[in-house]
T-cell receptor, first 114, second 112 residues
Framework: DAGITQSPRYKITETGRQVTLMCHQT?????MFWYRQDLGHGLRLIYY???????DKGEVPDGYVVSRSKTENFPLTLESATRSQTSVYFC?????????????FGEGSRLTVL | GENVEQHPSTLSVQEGDSAVIKCTYS??????FPWYKQELGKRPQLIID?????GEKKDQRIAVTLNKTAKHFSLHITETQPEDSAVYFC???????????FGAGTRLTVKP
């Protein structure tokens, strides 16, 4: 049971480059989320998806793009990376109806933008 | 939107002592309050949660209390052990608003 997996786990890129972080879950959970984790800020929601082809902005969506053509995949793209996007990114899924249920997190993707 | 504040940011206790972490929230519509534990280099994992129709919930050495009137909730860990050392995050969510906000986290260190 793979659960929820992210790739790459570590990525170093340069300012202005496009980066895509992948997220895959095997549970067929409807809801999926992308968070970024920065010291002093906890976990902040970037985007979420209630189902395939349904996505919506979270607290800090600027500079990010998401898509969800299949239930199991929820990629996050930084179209033109900036240093302020250096962070640890966590993908999560929920078997509940959105936020009022347990979130299952991936292992995280550490992104460094030089 | 919802705003969650968490205190303290760091907490150090002796093994066997109790630890208390407190959170306040701003949105009176919030009705779900989970707590996540994140060990160093690992993913956050749910340890306990409480819904607005309950004032207290216990699971072995862990308990959470909720005061809806005051808009605050707390995590209590009794008989702390070194393996309790981690960062703990509180969160508040509203099923109606489809929004969850996390606190900034508390780094708990249990000294053997």
């Amino acid at each position: 049971d793979a659960g929820i997996t992210q790739s790459p786990r570590y990525k170093i890129t340069e300012t202005g480059r496009q980066v895509t972080l992948m997220c895959h879950q095997t549970w067929s959970h409807s809801y999926m989320f992308w968070y970024r984790q920065d010291l002093g800020h906890g976990l902040r929601l970037i985007y979420y998806s209630a189902a395939a082809d349904i996505t919506d902005k979270g607290e800090v969506p600027d500079g990010y793009v998401v898509s969800r053509s299949k239930t199991e995949n929820f990629p996050l793209t930084l179209e033109s990376a900036t240093r302020s996007q250096t962070s640890v990114y966590f993908c999560a899924s929920s078997k509940g109806t959105g936020y009022t249920g347990e979130l299952f997190f991936g292992e995280g993707s550490r992104l460094t933008v030089l | 939107g919802e705003n969650v504040e968490q205190h303290p940011s760091t907490l150090s206790v002796q093994e066997g002592d109790s630890a208390v972490i407190k959170c306040t929230y701003s949105d009176s519509a919030s009705n779900y309050f989970p707590w996540y534990k994140q060990e160093l280099g690992k993913r956050p994992q749910l340890i306990i949660d409480i819904r607005s129709n309950v004032g207290e919930k216990k699971d072995q050495r862990i308990a959470v209390t909720l005061n809806k009137t005051a808009k605050h909730f707390s995590l209590h860990i009794t008989e702390t052990q070194p393996e309790d050392s981690a960062v703990y995050f509180c969160a508040a969510a509203s099923s109606g608003n489809n929004d969850m906000r996390f606190g900034a986290g508390t780094r708990l260190t249990v000294k053997p």
